[in-house]
């Protein structure tokens, strides 16, 4: 049961456009939310994170958006660089019970010249 | 800056070996994890350690055992290794008290044969 989804497996970007990467989830105990990014053969490093209390939280030309609703979070990306292409992930926490993280299953972001 | 390092890149073995795969971090943090990450599946986590010798069981435990017997150090175990545990192997640690960011290992790509 994939409680944390990716729908897009793959996004393709011009250089200096947004790039919009998407993330559902189902479990309503989840409260906090990080945004990872991950490069060939390294580990993923952290991005942006947003807890349930806000709706926006914003880093340079980062800024991730939480609908609670929905059930819906997205990561915008303005403006898109060549050095963003890599594969990004959410990531979901239930704060009240453990500090593990729930992740998606990836997006593979390619942002062209 | 927060280090974790992984015993090994690459590694390859044979189908019944035993095999460890050991994580080191030096930022003196409670907690550490281990996850493979499988195309189309994103990151899994196999099991977690919150102090010394405390372990929990991730979402895919089956096959594999940890170890944490110094709290810089996270080894995961598998006992009799077979060619569905080809994967990346990913290690990360976190502060007990810090925003549930994790901090990743590069990573051990195993291939079992």
């Known amino acids: 049961d994939q409680q944390v989804k990716q729908n897009s497996p793959s996004l393709s970007v011009q250089e200096g456009r947004i790039s919009i990467l998407n993330c559902d989830y189902t479990?309503?105990?989840?409260?906090?939310f990080l945004w990872y990014k991950k490069y060939p053969a390294e580990g993923p490093t952290f991005l942006i994170s947003?807890?349930?209390?806000?709706d926006k939280n914003e880093d340079g030309r980062f800024t991730v958006f939480l609908n609670k609703s929905a059930k819906h979070l997205s990561l915008h990306i303005v403006p898109s660089q060549p050095g963003d292409s890599a594969v990004y992930f959410c990531?979901?926490?239930?704060?009240?019970?453990?500090?593990?993280?729930?992740f998606g299953t990836g997006t593979r972001l390619q942002v062209t010249l | 800056d927060v280090k974790v390092t992984q015993s090994s890149r690459y590694l390859v073995k044979r189908t019944g070996e035993k095999v460890f795969l050991e994580c080191v971090q030096d930022?003196?943090?409670?907690?550490m994890f281990w996850y493979r990450q499988d195309p189309g599946l994103g990151l899994r986590l196999i099991y977690f350690?919150?102090?010394?010798?405390?372990?929990e069981k991730g979402d895919i435990p089956e096959g594999y055992s940890v170890s944490r017997e110094k709290k810089e150090r996270f080894s995961l175990i598998l006992e009799s290794a077979s060619t569905n545990q080809t994967s990346m192997y990913l290690c990360?640690?976190?502060?007990?008290?810090?925003?549930?960011?994790?901090?990743f290992g590069p990573g051990t790509r195993l291939t079992v044969t």
């Open positions: 947003i807890s349930s209390i806000k």
């Open positions: 930022m003196d943090h409670e907690n």
């Open positions: 479990n309503s105990m989840f409260d906090y």
């Open positions: 990360a640690s976190s502060s007990g008290q810090s925003t549930y960011e994790q901090y």
């Open positions: 990531a979901a926490a239930d704060t009240g019970t453990a500090s593990k993280l729930t």
């Open positions: 350690s919150y102090d010394v010798k405390m372990k």
